[in-house]
């Protein structure tokens, strides 16, 4: 004979319900007593990157079974969409080619407008299908988000024929006067005002006195002059205010230090370089 009793206190285990006396209840019993509750349903998550589901067999409350299954499409389709509806692009996660395509096209986009597209991640989330869908598909399929790279999904995006200057406009790189290509660090695509950087070794730059500027001329690279050491010495948009100015102090101050590198009084006259005065 089963007992059932309400208490209070610790044997009650914070329910009030204290269980004395029961009998084993067969899955069949069970099933046939309270059918109505029975339910089999395939569950698919997005789960350490990729879609995974089970079929849950339950009784109520109760789990009878839990079995790894493949999620159909649609399955895997909608447990994609709820996992970048809760945690965004980060889900796929972006490579440093793809952040870095996605900053020069915001770049462009806060200069010219359109037909440049708005990539922030309110809208690219608002039209997935227009330029993800092909690897949302491979996602619901079960591919994992390492075998995604966002870079060719953001070049479908680009406006055509206008695409064909995207180089010209925000170029990846830059050459400096000693021949070597700096890369370009555009500004965080949530910033109003950031500027793009080329953070460079000041020697390498001797000489020089136009400021280079992006997007037909609109916006001013900000240079980030560099010791020997790699530590920023000045930060300046204006090349020849800079050596007409500030850089006699900064000579003084580090001709001592780095010996070992050119610090000449001229910086017009001087041969622009990457190496020191032995290998020069």
């Known amino acids: 004979m089963a007992e059932v009793s309400r208490a209070a206190g610790r044997d009650a285990a914070g329910t009030g319900a204290v269980i004395r006396s029961a009998a084993p209840l067969s899955v069949d019993a069970a099933e046939a007593a309270a ?21 849950e067999r339950r009784l109520g409350a109760i789990s009878l079974s839990s079995t790894p299954v493949r999620p159909s499409a649609e399955e895997g389709r909608a447990a994609v969409a709820r996992a970048l509806a809760t945690e965004g692009l980060g889900t796929i996660g972006w490579s440093t080619a793809a952040d870095a395509l996605r900053r020069r096209l915001a770049l462009l986009r806060r200069e010219l407008g359109e037909p440049w597209p708005d990539v922030s991640e309110r809208s690219l989330l608002a039209r997935l299908d227009s330029w993800l869908g092909p690897e949302l598909e491979k996602l619901a399929g079960g591919a994992a988000t390492s075998s995604i790279d966002l870079t060719d999904p953001l070049r479908r995006l680009l406006p055509w024929p206008e695409a064909v200057r995207l180089a010209e406009l925000v170029p990846e790189a830059l050459k ?3 021949g070597s290509m700096v890369r370009i660090d555009y500004p965080d695509v949530v910033g109003k005002a950031g500027r793009p950087v080329v953070a460079v070794k000041l020697q390498e730059c001797f000489g020089w006195a136009e400021t280079p500027r992006l997007v037909d001329g609109r916006v001013p690279v900000l240079f980030h002059l560099l010791s020997p050491a790699r530590r920023p010495l000045a930060v300046t948009d204006d090349l020849a205010s800079f050596w007409s100015g500030p850089y006699a102090q900064v ?15 001229d910086p ?5 370089t990457a190496r020191t005065k032995a290998r020069m």
């Open 35 to 55: 059918g109505h509750l029975l339910t089999d349903t395939v569950e698919a998550q997005f789960n350490q990157g990729r879609v995974k589901a089970r079929r």
């Open 176 to 178: 400096v006067p000693s």
């Open 251 to 265: 000579r003084s101050e580090m001709r001592g230090r780095y010996p070992r590198h050119p610090w000449p009084e």
């Open 268 to 272: 017009w006259t001087a041969l622009p």
